[in-house]
């Protein structure tokens, strides 16, 4: 079922899932922006990868 979806839906979804998270953890802690960067960056490296 994973095998037929793209790199590309799979990066977009966990940015999407890391986005909601973000803004949730956002008002909760103030460095969540920067974390979800960091790992925003990463998942982005890894579809290209």
Do not use: R
């Not at 590309?8 to 922006?33: D, F, N, P």
């Amino acid at each position: 079922m994973l095998d037929n979806i793209s790199p590309e839906v799979v990066a977009y979804i966990i940015t999407i899932i890391l986005a909601v998270l973000s803004m949730v953890l956002g008002k909760k802690y103030k460095t969540a922006k920067s974390k979800f960067t960091d790992v925003s960056h990463l998942a982005t490296e890894l579809a290209q990868a």
